[in-house]
């Protein structure tokens, strides 16, 4: 019988006795693009078969393409490899080829193993059916799914199957983005451990990311034309470019000017060891946590901090236009996710139309 795969491919699929293998066997045939066609179809074949013909041609057919199946026969976990080979081609930054072999060995391989490149679907809904029961969350969900769409973008494109499987990905609500309040920023910075106050404060001051800021260079910064230059990241113990692959100007007041210039010292980042290393992600992340308890905070990451600087600006009325850029986004759409009025600012708009 006809039935839908997704959105424009009909398929036929039922069974039939073979005087051949004397017993039933499967027919599916697919990629009609109208239920109309796929019917005409079926009722093709079951008139060959009746006739007895169609196992003739079948066999005539099926020869020359098993000899080149068993030639050609490739496992997904091989089309896996050839993918990312041509993904690495492709120039993509370090961190999204370490995201596809992370979701690789965690969600894909095991299901590679069971799963057959003639029922994709089928791999789809255990994959959905893992990620639920692992209960991941939505945005990595969503993520995952979308490599494995990717993969079978590039599987259509090397004609390994004749249509993409439809994917449907997980709804999320809008997450509520965090962001300190000014009398917890001083906070903050009045309770943080001395060795993660000069971080702390140019997170504040500057809405570097957290990787830009760990790969921050003295070179980077020009103290007499009072500004920085973001110009890489530190991702997963790998010096990269920025998450744009842009460079980006951010002007400095003359106060975090004076404070650079007391810390300043003679390795190469500023944020560094004694022997020049990178310091530790989870220290820092500790010397936060343990810097909002003292405050009476609820803990957050270094990305609250981002977050704060964009709603400070915005409340400041500086254009959107300029905190995309000093955040160096591509989407000023995604500035707007930053952007949280505080209830003054609202109220103050409020009252500009009492002046009139």
Same mark, same amino acid.
């Given at each position: ?53 169609? *196992? ?46 992370? *979701? ?7 299901? *590679? ?66 962001y300190l309040k000014i009398e917890e920023q001083k906070k903050i910075l ?18 570097l990311r957290f990787g830009e800021l760990r790969a921050l260079k003295w ?112 989407d000023v759409n995604t500035t707007m996710i930053y952007a949280h009025p ?15």
């Amino acid at each position: 019988m006809a039935k839908l795969i997704n959105k424009s491919n009909w398929a036929i699929d039922f069974r039939c006795f073979s005087p051949e293998k004397g017993r039933k066997i499967r027919i599916r045939k697919q990629c009609f693009k109208r239920r109309k066609d796929a019917e005409k179809a079926e009722r093709s074949i079951r008139d060959l078969i009746a006739d007895a013909e169609y *196992f003739i041609n079948l066999n005539t057919e099926t020869k020359n393409e098993e000899n080149e199946e068993d030639e050609e026969m490739v496992d997904l976990d091989e089309l896996w490899s050839t993918f990312m080979l041509y993904k690495k081609s492709m120039n993509l930054k370090h961190s999204t080829i370490d995201s596809y072999n992370s *979701f690789y060995r965690v969600h894909f391989q095991n299901l *590679f193993k069971e799963a057959s490149i003639d029922n994709l679907e089928e791999l789809v809904d255990l994959l959905l059916s893992n990620l639920k029961a692992r209960k991941i969350t939505g945005k990595t969900c969503n993520n995952v799914l979308c490599a494995l769409n990717s993969f079978f973008k590039y599987l259509k494109k090397r004609n390994h199957i004749d249509y993409n499987p439809e994917i449907e990905y997980v709804k999320q609500d809008k997450p509520a983005y965090r962001y300190l309040k000014i009398e917890e920023q001083k906070k903050i910075l009045s309770t943080i451990d001395s060795e993660f106050y000069l971080i702390c404060y140019l997170a504040l001051k500057t809405g570097l990311r957290f990787g830009e800021l760990r790969a921050l260079k003295w070179s980077d910064i020009n103290s007499k034309e009072k500004k920085l230059i973001v110009k890489r990241s530190y991702v997963r113990r790998r010096i990269t470019t920025t998450k744009s692959r842009k460079t980006r100007t951010i002007p400095l007041s003359s106060s975090t000017i004076n404070l650079l210039n007391k810390t300043r010292h003679s390795r190469s980042f500023v944020f560094s060891d004694p022997d020049g290393s990178l310091p530790d992600k989870n220290r820092l992340y500790r010397g936060l946590v343990k810097a909002a308890k003292k405050a009476d905070i609820q803990p957050f990451g270094w990305h609250v901090l981002r977050h704060t600087f964009a709603t400070n600006l915005a409340n400041e009325n500086v254009p959107v236009v300029v905190i995309k850029e000093l955040l160096g986004h591509s989407d000023v759409n995604t500035t707007m996710i930053y952007a949280h009025p505080t209830r003054k600012a609202k109220v103050d708009a409020i009252m500009h139309l009492d002046l009139g």
